[in-house]
Every structure is written in C-alpha cells, then in structure tokens.
C-alpha cells in the first residue's frame, strides 16, 4: 500500500513538471524584485521592469522559481507577474524595430540588448510588440526570447 501511494505521489509530481517547464510569466509593475528565496525578506537579486519575461521552473506556493534569459534564476512573487501580456525580451545588440513584419519596412526605432516588450500580435516569424512606454512596431522572432 505504502508503495502504491508512493508511486502515485511520484507520478503527480513528474506529471505537473512538464506543464511548468514551458510557462513563461511577465513581469507586471515597473519595479519588482526577483529574490533569492521564495520570501518577502530575502535578499533581492535585481530590479526587473514591466513585461520583463520569465520562464517558469516550479511553483511553491505564491511564489514562482524563475529562469531568464541569460539563465540566471530567483523567486518572483505570483501578485507581480502574469501570463496574459506575453513578454519578450531583445537579445541581440541594435535591432531595428519595423513599421511592418518584413524588412521593406521602415524602421521606426533601433533597440538593444536587455529591452522588454509585450507581444501585441504575430505574422509568420514577425512580431508586433510594445514597450512599456507605449512605442510599438515590428521585431524578426530570432531577435527577442520569451513567450514567442
């Protein structure tokens, strides 16, 4: 019997891992603090701005442990993140941010490294984000990480 229960709790944990493994959060103030434990008074790691992305590794309680996109990791607290506004960040150096989803188009504005957008919609590899100023246009897929 205690064998079964086992295997049955064993199985419910591996199961729920994977549902986990390919959620991605956004970050929903313009100030929020990812921590280094699962805990209002633990050391804060750094600062992260609205729409910053965040994929999730596991959920304790309120609190969910955090990869980003150079592979660092903490705590981020579920009242501050979400997963509607699916947030992107730019991963690459001088990126031109389009009027449309090709390169016939204007560019608007260039962005680098480290910036966060939301996505607003999507067209074959092509995305429509804005940043949390409210700047919106067109970024190439293989130039941002996140909820793509």
């Known amino acids: 019997m205690k064998r079964r229960i086992l295997t049955v709790i064993c199985i419910l944990f591996l199961s729920t891992s994977p549902l986990l ?11 929020v603090n990812l921590r280094a434990e699962p805990s209002t008074n633990a050391d804060i790691l750094w600062t992260l701005g609205r729409y910053f992305p965040l994929q999730v ?20 607290h579920n ?3 979400n997963t509607s506004n699916r947030g992107v960040i730019v991963v690459r150096n001088n ?3 389009r009027s449309g989803p090709s390169t016939y188009h204007d560019i608007l504005f260039r962005t680098t ?3 966060a957008f939301r996505i ?25 990480w996140g909820d793509k």
């Open 113 to 115: 490294y480290g910036v």
């Open 79 to 81: 009242s501050v993140a």
């Open 21 to 31: 493994a390919n959620t991605y959060i956004s970050v929903v103030g313009d100030r």
């Open 57 to 76: 590794e596991r959920k304790q309680g309120n609190w969910y442990r955090v990869e980003d996109f150079e592979g660092d990791r903490g705590w981020i």
């Open 95 to 97: 990126v031109n941010v």
């Open 120 to 144: 607003v919609k999507q067209e074959r590899n092509w995305y429509e984000v804005e940043h949390p100023e409210g700047h919106k246009g067109w970024i190439r897929g293989d130039m941002l």
